[in-house]
């Protein structure tokens, strides 16, 4: 199966949600981007932001977490269903990255994924590069991440 025949182009398919608690946004940054509004809640208050936030790095990998969940288990639910799953690779990279708003503390971030283009990879036939929309919106149905990718995938 193709990518394309599981999810039509211009489709959007939810992932899941990711719960952003203060203790993991505090985890994250301290390891990865440690910036007093994302680790000290009372520097926080006193930012542009005016409450702990998660870095936007922590929102992109909270959108892999979701969409690495989701895709193992669509892969157990195609081969149960006998049918052969497209394999993923690599993102070949991204684009357009956006942060439209903070992720505060106790946000629920449900992240989504469009195909947008499906095309051949002329130098290897019968591989595609698949170009994807992946979004985030918070509880309140705002937008808050947004980013292109262009992943493999394998025949």
Not at 82 to 94: S, W
């Amino acid at each position: 199966m193709r990518m394309a025949e599981l999810y039509p182009v211009g489709g959007k398919t939810v992932l899941g949600s990711h719960l952003f608690t203060a203790e993991d946004i505090i985890r994250y940054a301290r390891q990865f981007d440690p910036q007093p509004f994302h680790v000290d809640p009372e520097a926080a208050r006193h930012s542009l932001f005016g409450g702990l936030c998660a870095s936007g790095w922590h929102t992109c990998a909270g959108w892999m977490k979701t969409f690495v969940a989701f895709w193992t288990a669509e892969y157990v639910r195609l081969k149960k269903e006998g049918k052969v799953p497209p394999e993923l690779g690599p993102a070949h990279g991204f684009r357009d990255l956006r942060w439209f708003r903070p992720v505060f503390a106790g946000d629920t971030i449900t992240y989504s994924v469009t195909l947008l283009e499906t095309r051949e990879q002329a130098s290897r036939p019968g591989r595609l590069i698949d170009t994807i929309l992946c979004e985030g919106v918070n509880q309140n149905g705002e937008p808050v991440i947004r980013f292109e990718s262009t992943v493999m995938e394998f025949a």
